[in-house]
């Protein structure tokens, strides 16, 4: 099981907003930043937020990224069909001395 | 355009060995520390090794340390990965990934396409 805990499926109708949940521990999103990569069926992952809430340029602004303690949350507004993926979390854990994801998050729109 | 196209993927018997490579392009490769992540079928993102911008520097995750090992040549802008004693459960698509840092940031903004290793007898 993965070190980051993410509900295996979020869903949302076109225009909504949905947000997906990251819980992680003291030693992972406690001390470190957390990013998130989006993953199309079929094709590699690619980053979508770093930072915690920074955006890679051609990343629209209708996607961010948030971090409380040790959780971390996406939000996607104004759903597209085109939205559908799976989501991964990501930080550096202390303890495993290394980076670390979530099981990820399949979102159907 | 930041380029990463592995290679060296197949069906291997469990045992044996594999070198999987990654020429990038597109960036100066020997300012970045490089990344391997592997996904098994259906699952999700694991990492798997990390290897500094003039790889000085390693780390493994532990279900592969021991076992394989990273490096680099900047002169030949090219990223590999030495795989022995491969296990069924080694069965992955392999990625590299470029971080954003000159070591591990654990930000990785470049992907390449993959490449799949299947081990099995």
């Known amino acids: 099981q993965s070190v980051l805990t993410q509900p295996p499926s979020v869903s949302g109708t076109p225009g909504q907003k949905v947000t997906i949940p990251c819980s992680g521990s003291?030693?992972?999103?406690?001390?470190?930043?957390v990013n998130w990569y989006r993953q199309f069926a079929g094709a590699a992952p690619e980053l979508l937020i770093y930072?915690?809430?920074q955006r890679p340029s051609g990343v629209p602004d209708r996607i961010s990224g948030a971090k409380s303690g040790t959780s971390a949350s996406l939000a996607i507004s104004g759903l597209q069909s085109d939205d559908e993926a799976d989501y991964y979390c990501a930080t550096w854990d202390d303890d495993l001395n290394g980076p670390v994801f979530g099981g990820g998050t399949k979102l159907t729109v | 355009q930041v380029q990463l196209v592995e290679s060296g993927g197949g069906v291997v018997q469990p045992g044996r060995d594999l070198r999987l490579s990654c020429v990038a392009s597109g960036f100066t490769f020997g300012s970045y520390g490089m990344h391997w992540v592997r996904q098994a079928p259906g699952k999700g993102l694991e990492w798997v090794a990390v290897?500094?911008?003039?790889?000085?520097?390693?780390q493994y995750a532990e279900s592969v340390k021991g076992r394989f090992t990273i490096s680099r040549d900047n002169s030949k802008t090219i990223l590999y990965l030495l795989m022995d004693s491969l296990r069924a459960d080694d069965t992955s698509t392999y990625y590299c990934?470029?971080?954003?840092?000159?070591?591990?940031?654990?930000?990785?903004?470049?992907w390449g396409h993959g490449t799949q290793v299947t081990v099995s007898s």
């Open positions: 003291r030693s992972s999103i406690g001390t470190s930043a």
């Open positions: 290897i500094s911008h003039d790889g000085s520097e390693k």
């Open positions: 930072f915690n809430n």
């Open positions: 990934a470029k971080d954003r840092g000159s070591y591990s940031s654990s930000i990785f903004d470049a």
